[in-house]
């Protein structure tokens, strides 16, 4: 069965960091998208960052972008989301997801993690 979980968040002050893990199970992700995407309290569940299968290339959103890092361990079958210089308004459920290819909309996406928890606050 394919599966995607989550792990890494947590409750950490503005400015600071955390590494979010998504690691797959059931597939190989080396030949598929994983997309990052967040949801916030009241909000719609929003893009953050994909990583391609075929070249490796890397998307961000623009309120992220010189913060946040995508990468993929093909070894460890597992993405990654750096996340760096944390603001307040990027506390939100964050998940991750899988498709052929990457995508801005989450309806797109067959397959999600359960989501981790970042909450970013003094």
């Known amino acids: 069965q394919r599966q995607l979980v989550e792990s890494g968040g947590g409750l950490v002050q503005p400015g600071g960091s955390l590494r979010l893990s998504c690691a797959a199970s059931?597939?190989?992700?080396?030949?598929?998208?994983i997309g990052w995407f967040r949801q916030a309290p009241g909000k719609e569940r929003e893009g953050v960052s994909c990583?391609?299968?075929?070249?490796?290339?890397?998307s961000y959103a623009d309120a992220v972008k010189g913060r946040f890092t995508i990468s993929r361990d093909g070894a460890k079958n597992t993405v990654y989301l750096q996340m760096n210089s944390l603001k307040p308004e990027d506390t939100a459920v964050y998940y991750c997801?899988?498709?052929?290819?990457?995508?801005?909309?989450?309806?797109?996406?067959?397959?999600w993690g359960q989501g981790t928890q970042v909450t970013v606050s003094s």
């Open positions: 990583i391609s299968s075929s070249d490796g290339s890397t």
């Open positions: 059931g597939f190989n992700m080396d030949y598929y998208a």
């Open positions: 997801a899988t498709d052929s290819f990457c995508s801005w909309y989450d309806r797109a996406y067959a397959y």
